[in-house]
C-alpha cells in the first residue's frame, strides 16, 4: 500500500525542486548540491516492495530512486515517531561482511532513533553490489568517475531526506562507516545541508583502499585520484557544525596515523578510538554515536 506520507513528499520535492536555482558543481572535491534537473531525473521517492512497524509509532518504508543520471539506487526511509518536527540522518554503510554491506548495517540503530524522534534515510551505497571492489585500481579515470557517480546518489538522497514530510532541514546530519565515512568527508567540503558529521573507521586517501590488495596501478594513479578527492582538504575547509570520529584499536585496514591525518584535518572533532575491529560493532560505540547525534540534533 502506497504510504500517503510519501505522496506528501513528491509533492513537496516538486514544488521545492521546480522553485530551485541550478547550481553549479564546484571542481573539487566534486560532492556539489544536486541541479534541479538532475533531482527531477531521480525523483518521487517510489514505495519499495514493503512497509513495517517495528515499533509503536515507527514506520519503516522501503524506498527507491530513479535510474539516470545517477544511477538506480534503493533504501528505506525510518519515519520518526511523534508529530515533528524531526531531524533528520543520512546513513551510508560500509564494505564488510556481506550480510551488512547494504543499508541495514544501520536499520536497527535508526529504528532506536526513531523510538525518540529520529527519522532516518539509509541507502544502498554502490559497494553493496557484488563485484564493485574487484572492478576498482584498473583505471583513474573509471574509478574517478564510479566516484562521482556514488557521490552524485548521495547528493540526490540528502535531497530526498530534506522532502521527508515533518522533517526540520535545518536539523541534519551524516553517518558513515568505511567507505561510507571517506564519502561524507567529501561531502562535508561544500554542502551545507548536513550540520553534524559520524566518521566511522575512514583512511585520508581514497587510493589506498581503491588499491588494497590489487596489482600495481597504473602510472600516476593514486596521485590523480587523490588531487581529485582530497579527503583532509575537504574536511578542512567544511563548515559543519561538529564532526565525532569514531575508530577501532584493532582495525587491520586503518593505523594509528591514518586515523590522525583523517580526523586531524577536521577543525574541533572529537575523536574516539574503542577497543575492537574495524567492524567497530560494539555497543558502546553506538551508544556514543546515538547521544552526541541526539545532542547535536536537539531543537
Do not use: C
Request: negative net charge; proline residues 8%.
Amino acid at each position: 500500500m502506497r504510504d500517503p506520507r510519501l505522496s506528501l513528499s513528491i509533492a513537496l520535492a516538486v514544488l521545492a525542486l521546480s522553485a530551485a536555482p541550478v547550481r553549479a558543481q564546484p571542481a573539487s572535491p566534486p560532492a556539489a548540491p544536486a541541479a534541479a534537473t538532475d533531482a527531477f531525473a531521480l525523483f518521487p521517492l517510489k514505495p519499495g516492495p514493503g512497509d513495517r512497524h517495528p515499533a509503536p509509532g515507527v514506520d519503516v518504508q522501503d524506498v527507491s530512486f530513479g535510474a539516470e543520471p545517477a544511477g538506480a539506487f534503493t533504501g528505506e526511509v525510518v519515519f520518526g515517531a511523534g508529530a515533528g518536527p524531526h531531524p533528520g540522518i543520512l546513513f551510508v554503510h560500509w564494505l564488510g561482511d556481506a550480510k551488512t554491506t547494504n543499508h541495514t548495517e544501520f536499520e536497527a540503530e535508526a529504528v532506536e532513533l526513531a523510538k525518540r524522534g529520529v527519522t532516518s534515510l539509509l541507502v544502498d551505497a554502490m559497494w553493496a553490489k557484488p563485484g564493485w571492489f574487484d572492478s576498482l585500481g584498473k583505471s583513474e579515470d573509471a574509478d574517478q568517475r564510479v566516484t562521482k557517480q556514488q557521490l552524485r546518489q548521495l547528493d540526490l538522497a540528502l535531497v530526498a531526506l530534506q522532502t521527508v514530510p515533518n522533517l526540520d532541514p535545518k536539523r541534519i546530519a551524516y553517518v558513515g562507516h568505511d567507505f561510507g565515512s571517506m564519502m561524507g568527508a567529501l561531502i562535508a567540503g561544500t554542502d551545507r545541508r548536513p550540520s553534524w558529521y559520524v566518521l566511522m573507521a575512514g583512511v585520508p586517501t581514497l587510493s589506498q583502499w581503491y588499491l588494497l590488495t590489487k596489482p600495481a596501478p597504473p602510472t600516476g594513479y593514486a596521485a590523480a585520484l587523490d588531487q581529485a578527492f582530497d579527503l583532509p582538504g575537504s574536511l578542512a575547509q567544511s563548515k559543519a557544525k561538529g564532526f565525532l570520529f569514531q575508530f577501532a584499536s584493532h582495525d587491520e585496514f586503518v593505523s594509528a596515523k591514518d586515523a590522525a591525518a583523517f580526523s586531524g584535518a577536521a577543525h574541533g572533532a572529537t575523536v574516539i578510538f574503542y577497543d575492537t575491529d574495524h567492524a567497530l560493532a560494539v555497543p558502546k560505540a553506538q551508544a556514543d554515536r546515538d547521544a552526541w547525534l541526539e545532542a547535536k540534533l536537539a531543537p
